[in-house]
């Protein structure tokens, strides 16, 4: 079975510090991962995904993340925090012919003025 | 752009009801999933669909069923609403994974159902 495991239920970080939010997975195939954007009263939109292809994957609005398989870890950065990253960020898995995403249960950023 | 729309925002009901929740998305995608959003709990699958009258429980299907008649559409009953299931509903739409691997979930703006 695979899992994602997100540290930290809730972050806070200033306005233009490193935003770091972190995601391990459990998975005993290659995974497929993903890190999702939940802004308030709004369904999810996909901020990046790694399938097996670079393992620095770039996203939409300044973010990135760095699968490393030694340490089971895809953790989502970006270098400088923004008002608008306020948000709720979900990491989640799966495997090559599994269509079911695993879901984390999500890490509420707040960014501080 | 892909859209995936959910026919409510909000929605009180009452113990007991009958409760109809509906998706539809226009990028002829195969597969349509029906989660449920919690704190603290992120996003748990309920059911899920990879082709038209086929369903695949998901998680926690308990007090759930669905409906896919038409490629297009995905619905979520909740046979009998209790006040334990309150809460965010989510529908998502995407490809066969094994067709692309360009793959993702496009989800729609979510089902706030409150039970009363």
């Known amino acids: 079975a695979q899992s994602v495991t997100q540290l930290g239920s809730h972050v806070s970080v200033s306005e233009g510090a490193l935003v770091l939010l972190r995601c391990n997975y459990s998975?005993?195939?290659?995974?497929?991962l993903f890190w999702y954007v939940q802004y308030p009263n709004q369904g999810l939109q996909l901020l990046l995904k790694?399938?097996?292809?670079?393992?620095l994957v770039k996203g939409i609005n300044g973010f990135e993340a760095e699968f490393k398989k030694s340490e089971t870890s895809f953790h989502l950065t970006k270098p400088s925090a923004h008002m608008s990253d306020a948000a709720e960020y979900f990491c989640?898995?799966?495997?090559?012919?599994?269509?079911?995403?695993?879901f984390g249960t999500g890490t509420r950023l707040t960014i501080i003025p | 752009d892909v859209k995936v729309t959910q026919s409510s925002r909000y929605l009180v009901k009452r113990t007991g009801e009958k409760v109809f929740l509906e998706c539809v998305q226009d990028?002829?995608?195969?597969?349509m999933f029906w989660y449920r959003q919690d704190p603290g709990l992120g996003l748990r699958l309920i059911y899920f669909?990879?082709?038209?009258?086929?369903?695949e429980k998901g998680d926690i299907p308990e007090g759930y069923s669905v409906s896919r008649e038409k490629k297009e559409r995905f619905s979520l009953i909740l046979e009998s609403a209790s006040t334990n299931q309150t809460s965010m509903y989510l529908c998502?739409?995407?490809?066969?994974?094994?067709?692309?691997?360009?793959?993702?979930?496009?989800f729609g703006p979510g089902t706030r159902l409150t039970v009363t």
């Open positions: 998502a739409s995407s490809v066969y994974l094994n067709r692309d691997s360009n793959y993702e979930q496009y």
């Open positions: 998975s005993s195939v290659p995974p497929y």
């Open positions: 790694y399938t097996s292809a670079a393992t």
């Open positions: 989640a898995v799966t495997k090559f012919g599994n269509e079911k995403l695993t």
């Open positions: 990028m002829d995608h195969e597969n």
């Open positions: 669909s990879y082709d038209v009258k086929m369903k």
